[in-house]
């Protein structure tokens, strides 16, 4: 069991000691995360040291960060009218820094963090740009109520040939169904595709190919990180662009499932791991505020 670090104790100055010395470093099905315990809502999580985080040279290493932060001390209105229903805030930042509205794979990571520090029980509401997110966990699966993928009027082209759909869950996602799975392993995410028009607030871009009956395999590149191992949101979207589910959906990363739930919405359930407890160095901290 993980056991919970406060930001700030009384006796620390709130010159030298206002970030965390802890952190914990876990991942659902590879798409990995820095997460920052700071119940208190006393660390200021600038873009530049969400990039320091990140980085896979100089920093921990990560898709992006998480910052577990009571709700009612989260600082943006909309976010705090959750706490009657959710008492923590997944403060998620992508790894350039950048605010996102939801994660799929971080709300698990997350739900799992909160459980093994015995902050919450088998089951939980987790406050979210995206609204508040129902989890349930079991021994090693995580399950999150993702709620509708809302279907865009939008019918971008990507890479100057591929026909998608738009989905918002509530982040942008584009979705393109290929062929083959000979196709989907040549295409090159190593920047962003080419999506014309592209949605406003800019979008993860997904590919995907049906492999069997209930069985898709999909790519993803995220706005503000890259190609990632997995996305929890484009896991979603894509299962939406598919069509009616059950569906068990591979990803570089492993797999997870997405199903309809009785709120019309879509279930995600897929694994969570927390991989280390981290000390940070506060003169390190100090460099990359």
Known sequence: MFTYAGAVTADQSASEDTYPVRALKGHGTENDFVLLPDL???????????????????????????????????????????????????????????????????????????????????????????????????????????????????????????QAVAYSLPNPHVVVELDSLAELAALDLSTAPLVQPALPGGQNVEFFVRTGPGRLQMRVHERGVGETRSCGTGICAVAAAAGDGPWQISVPGGSCQVAPNDAGGLTLTGPAELVAELHLDRAWLARHR
Do not use: W
Request: charged share 25%.
């Open 40 to 162: 208190d809502g006393a660390l200021e999580l600038t873009e530049a040291l969400v990039r320091s985080l990140c980085d896979r040279h100089a920093g921990i290493g990560a898709d992006g960060v998480l910052r577990v932060v009571r709700t009612a001390l989260a600082g943006e209105p909309e976010v705090q009218r959750q706490a009657d229903v959710a008492e923590f805030f997944m403060d998620y930042r992508n790894a350039d820094g950048s605010l996102a509205e939801m994660c799929g794979n971080g709300v698990r990571v997350f739900a799992r963090y909160l459980h093994d520090a015995g902050l919450i029980g088998d089951s939980a509401t987790i406050a979210t740009r995206g609204g508040p997110k129902p989890v349930t966990l079991t021994r090693n699966q995580v399950s999150v109520d993702m709620g509708v993928a809302v279907r865009g009027n939008e019918r971008p082209v990507v890479a100057g040939r591929y």
